[in-house]
């Protein structure tokens, strides 16, 4: 099991960062909800679908995680 940290680090590095969308269908629920304004649908396939725009438009895309309590 891992922790909701582990598991955002996941989705943020493997699925944002990568473009592995394969590890929201293994790491979310199928009720999953994103609450964030624009995502269409609201489910995990428009966080999908946001991810795929980013990476056309951004051939370099990807985002760190930075913890300011270790900087």
């Keep these: 099991m891992s922790t ?3 598991l955002f ?3 943020i590095e ?6 592995d969308m394969t590890v929201f269908d293994k790491h979310t629920s ?3 909800i994103e ?3 624009g995502m269409i ?5 428009g966080v999908k679908n946001s991810i795929r725009d980013l990476h ?4 370099d895309f ?8 270790r900087l």
Excluded at 14 to 19: I, L, N, P
Excluded at 41 to 45: D, F, I, L, T
Excluded at 56 to 59: D, E, G, I, P, T
Aim: glycine share 8%.
């Design 4 to 6: 909701n940290e582990q």
């Design 9 to 11: 680090r996941i989705l």
């Design 14 to 19: 493997e699925g944002f960062s990568k473009g």
């Design 30 to 32: 199928p009720h999953f």
């Design 35 to 37: 609450h964030q304004h």
């Design 41 to 45: 649908p609201q489910n995990v396939e």
């Design 56 to 59: 056309l438009a951004f051939s």
């Design 62 to 69: 990807s985002l760190t995680i930075e913890d300011p309590g």
